[in-house]
C-alpha cells in the first residue's frame, strides 16, 4: 500500500499531502482515514498516546462522535525531506450545542510509500459562539473557494 504523493516533499508536493490529509478528515471515515497511516503507525494527540490503525480507527470513531458539525482546515507551515509540519483549526459543536473553534499544530514524518508513521498534534479549544463560526460548507470536502486559514486571519 502506498500514498502519492511520496517524499521527498517540495512545496507543491507538501501542499498537495496536507490538503487530501483535510479533504480525508473532513470526510469522517475512520476506516479509509487510517490507511494513511502506517500500520504500526505512532500519534500523540493532545494527552493521547495511539498506536496502529485499529486504535486510530477507535479514536477518529469516538472524535467525531463527539465533535459534531465537524469542519477542518489544514495550511502547510514547513517541509524537509519526509516531514511536514501543518497548522490547523476546525470548528465543532458538542451535544449541549456549545460551538467550538480548535487551533493546533501537527507534525508528520512519512515512510517511502507516502504512509504517515508519526503524527505528534497539539490543540487547544476554543468556545465560540454559532454567530462567530467561520467555517461554512457542507459535510465533506471544503470547497475550492472557501479561504484558508490565512485568508481567514487565523
Not at 12 to 19: M, P
Not at 45 to 63: H, P, Q, V
Not at 141 to 147: A, D, E, G, I, T
Amino acid at each position: 500500500m502506498s500514498r502519492l504523493p511520496f517524499p521527498p516533499f517540495n512545496a507543491e508536493t507538501a501542499v498537495q499531502k496536507v490538503r487530501l490529509a483535510e479533504d480525508a478528515w473532513n470526510g469522517q471515515d475512520p476506516e479509509k482515514v487510517s490507511l494513511a497511516y502506517t500500520p504500526d503507525s505512532q500519534w500523540r494527540n493532545r494527552s493521547d498516546f495511539i498506536r496502529g490503525r485499529a486504535e486510530i480507527m477507535t479514536f477518529l470513531t469516538r472524535k467525531w462522535q463527539r465533535e459534531q458539525e465537524y469542519r477542518l482546515i489544514k495550511e502547510l507551515w514547513a517541509f524537509q525531506d519526509n516531514r511536514i509540519a501543518v497548522r490547523f483549526a476546525y470548528e465543532w459543536r458538542d451535544a449541549s450545542g456549545q460551538w467550538f473553534r480548535s487551533h493546533g499544530n501537527e507534525n508528520w514524518e512519512f515512510d517511502e510509500k507516502g504512509l504517515m508513521r508519526y503524527r505528534a498534534a497539539s490543540i487547544n479549544d476554543q468556545p465560540i459562539s454559532a454567530t462567530d463560526r467561520l467555517f461554512h460548507w457542507p459535510e465533506g470536502r471544503r470547497p475550492n473557494s472557501h479561504p484558508g486559514l490565512s485568508a481567514l486571519g487565523l
